[in-house]
């Protein structure tokens, strides 16, 4: 038995190379880390474009007359689950860019701010050496800055509603990060852990009204 799963996924560079990814969920449980590229699923009869349209229309103020597509390349992958079951996906990967002097201007969601939090979840890290196992990871404290280190504490993060309706118990987190970044957070249970770090230092995401992007 096959079945099979059509998904478009947007690839957008800043002008620095740093790449628009979602990096977690909040909901009743609170956050939860899932670093990926934006990404819809493909409905019966549409085209990536209309795909690509109706993706960029739920991020909202982020991203709404804002980006150039480059780029559209087809990705094949069939993998089989337990017993006779294998699921094809085709996915399609739109790279883009920001159109010029384009920002993103939507509310961000707010960092904690007393000194408890900032001590207990150290807001920043860096990305060593490649090794047999992975990337290195150093979680130093505000008191012993290094100048290689991104700071997470002062990082934009933004929501926007993972359905139609708006609902505090389903939102989606967006962030710009660094090609390095963004290949360690989705390198596995180290990556998450890390991912969930920098997720700890948010409170909880304010979500605004979208004007009509019609």
């Not at 890290?125 to 992975?134: D, E, I, L, M």
């Given at each position: 038995?096959?079945?099979?799963?059509?998904?478009?996924?947007?690839?957008?560079?800043?002008?620095?190379?740093?790449?628009?990814?979602?990096?977690?969920?909040?909901?009743?449980?609170?956050?939860?880390?899932?670093?990926?590229?934006?990404?819809?699923?493909?409905?019966?009869?549409?085209?990536?474009?209309?795909?690509?349209?109706?993706?960029?229309?739920?991020?909202?103020?982020?991203?709404?007359?804002?980006?150039?597509?480059?780029?559209?390349?087809?990705?094949?992958?069939?993998?089989?689950?337990?017993?006779?079951?294998?699921?094809?996906?085709?996915?399609?990967?739109?790279?883009?860019r920001l159109?010029?002097?384009?920002?993103?201007?939507?509310?961000?969601?707010?960092?904690?701010?007393?000194?408890?939090?900032?001590s207990n979840?150290?807001?920043?890290?860096?990305?060593?050496?490649?090794?047999?196992?992975?990337?290195?990871?150093?979680?130093?404290?505000?008191?012993?800055?290094?100048?290689?280190?991104?700071?997470?504490?002062?990082?934009?993060?933004?929501?926007?509603?993972?359905?139609?309706?708006?609902?505090?118990?389903?939102?989606?987190?967006?962030?710009w990060v660094?090609?390095?970044?963004?290949?360690?957070?989705?390198?596995?249970?180290?990556?998450?852990?890390?991912?969930?770090?920098?997720?700890?230092?948010?409170?909880?995401?304010?979500?605004?009204?979208?004007?009509?992007?019609?």
């Open positions: 038995v096959r079945r099979a799963v059509s998904l478009v996924e947007l690839r957008l560079v800043d002008p620095d190379g740093w790449l628009l990814v979602q990096v977690g969920t909040f909901g009743a449980a609170g956050y939860q880390p899932s670093c990926h590229l934006p990404l819809a699923v493909r409905e019966a009869n549409e085209t990536v474009e209309e795909s690509i349209n109706r993706l960029v229309l739920k991020l909202g103020r982020l991203l709404v007359d804002k980006i150039k597509l480059v780029d559209v390349r087809e990705e094949v992958t069939e993998k089989r689950s337990k017993g006779i079951i294998s699921t094809r996906s085709v996915r399609m990967i739109c790279s883009a159109k010029a002097d384009s920002v993103i201007d939507a509310p961000s969601v707010p960092h904690h701010t007393t000194s408890e939090s900032v979840h150290a807001a920043r890290f860096r990305v060593g050496r490649s090794t047999s196992f992975g990337f290195e990871f150093a979680w130093p404290t505000p008191a012993a800055p290094h100048q290689e280190h991104s700071s997470y504490q002062d990082r934009k993060v933004w929501a926007v509603p993972a359905a139609a309706e708006p609902d505090r118990d389903a939102v989606d987190c967006y962030a660094s090609p390095e970044e963004y290949s360690f957070f989705t390198s596995g249970s180290r990556g998450d852990a890390a991912l969930m770090e920098w997720l700890s230092l948010l409170g909880s995401p304010e979500l605004h009204s979208e004007p009509n992007c019609n």
